[in-house]
């Protein structure tokens, strides 16, 4: 299997992108190995926020809220995840499993954040990032999330089975045109251009093609039992948990309150569902989402 590593050339003058590179090197499994990229803003010493991207995006996708958190005292740490933006690419679809990728991004934590960490999480970056707060409640200072779920079976609803079915048939399965799609904002040509950027030829786009077949939606998907499990930790998670969901998102968009309901640390926050406010709510809503970081951290004692 060919693990693809990105092409610096593609990433030249990408926009409101001026942070530093940071890697680390994953244990891929099966004796493969491959580098994760990931943003690290802000002084050592300040309280650290995860900042966790889904599908089919990229650290790109914080450029407009990293800004906003330094300024209020944070230190703001955005992986790319493997298989998108800088990390490299194994090029095998069949590779990408819902575990490995909690394993990835664990291996990425326990090296760069041990300490307790705040929590931004959305699409991909909930299923992986809740599942490690229900594994793990005692390492989040507070959660804030958008437009995510930790599913466990049942029934998937038209809308996500076309978007399934798509992410593994389309033969024009272009990156920027579907992350343009998702905002309620119109990106820019360079903004769609930056989020082409990592995904050059088929090949480097066999991450995004699998994740949409990785959700655990239906009974019999891998990854059900392991988030019931999850779902014991996530639910008496007592630290405060927030949710503000784009409104504008056919899929998950009335997700929040389901998720909000089911934890402690939910109880009487101000959760919202967010006007104008597409699936992608970083590049629809930076403020807003930057804000309910700072004012959760504040309420959380963080730092102590």
């Known amino acids: 299997m060919q693990i ?3 092409d610096p050339a593609r990433f030249a003058g990408i926009p409101d992108y001026p942070f530093a590179e940071n890697w680390l090197t994953i244990d891929l499994g099966e004796g493969y190995s491959g580098r994760m990229h990931y943003l690290d803003e802000g002084p050592r010493g300040a309280p650290a926020l995860l900042l966790f991207h889904g599908e089919p995006s990229w650290s790109y996708l914080y450029r407009k809220m990293i800004p906003l958190l330094v300024a209020a005292g ?4 955005a992986p790319d995840l493997i298989g998108f933006g800088k990390s490299d690419k194994p090029g095998d679809q069949s590779f990408y499993t819902y575990a ?3 394993a990835w991004l664990k291996q990425w934590r326990n090296a760069v954040v041990p300490d307790v960490a ?3 999480c959305q699409d991909w970056g909930g299923l992986l990032g809740l599942r490690m707060v229900g594994q793990e409640p005692e390492r989040f ?3 804030v999330a958008s437009n995510t779920f930790l599913p466990t079976g049942g029934r998937a609803s038209p809308g996500f089975l076309a978007w399934r079915e798509f992410a593994r048939t389309s033969p024009d399965f272009r990156i920027g045109g579907i992350m343009d799609r998702g905002c309620q ?7 769609i251009a930056a989020y082409d950027a990592p995904f050059p030829d088929e090949p480097s786009k066999a991450g995004a093609r699998a994740f949409p077949q990785l959700v655990p939606v239906e009974d019999d998907r891998p990854g059900v039992a392991d988030n019931i499990a999850a779902w014991q930790g996530l639910e008496g998670y007592d630290r405060p948990f927030l949710t503000l969901f784009g409104e504008d998102d056919p899929v998950l968009g009335m997700a929040g309150p389901l998720l909000a309901e089911r934890i402690m640390g939910a109880q009487g926050q101000p959760h919202a569902m967010l006007s104008t406010c597409g699936h992608f709510s970083q590049e629809d809503r930076p403020a807003e989402l930057a804000q309910a970081m700072i004012d959760m951290a504040h309420k959380a004692g963080f730092p102590a």
């Open 4 to 6: 693809i590593a990105h």
């Open 74 to 77: 944070f230190r703001c740490l």
């Open 100 to 102: 490995r990728h909690v």
């Open 118 to 120: 705040g929590l931004f």
């Open 141 to 143: 200072a507070f959660v």
């Open 185 to 191: 904002c119109a990106l820019s040509a360079a903004e």
